[in-house]
C-alpha cells in the first residue's frame, strides 16, 4: 500500500465516522476546527484572529 493509498483510507474511515455522527456534533466539531486552525494561523504570525480586523479597520 503506497502512502496515498494510506492517506484514502484514513480519509475514508473519518468520512465514514463522520456520517454516524449526529448533525448538531458535526456542526459543533467544524466550528471546534475553524477555531484551532483560527488559533493556529495567529499562533504563526504572532496576531490574534480578532486583532486582524482591527487592524485593516485602522488603515
Request: hydrophobic share 45%; charged share 35%; aromatic share 2%.
Amino acid at each position: 500500500m503506497t502512502e496515498d493509498d494510506a492517506r484514502r483510507m484514513a480519509d475514508l474511515e473519518a468520512d465514514n465516522r463522520r456520517l454516524r455522527r449526529l448533525p448538531y456534533v458535526v456542526h459543533l466539531q467544524d466550528r471546534l476546527d475553524a477555531l484551532a486552525r483560527a488559533q493556529a494561523a495567529a499562533d504563526v504570525s504572532g496576531v490574534a484572529p480578532g486583532d486582524r480586523l482591527r487592524i485593516a479597520q485602522a488603515d
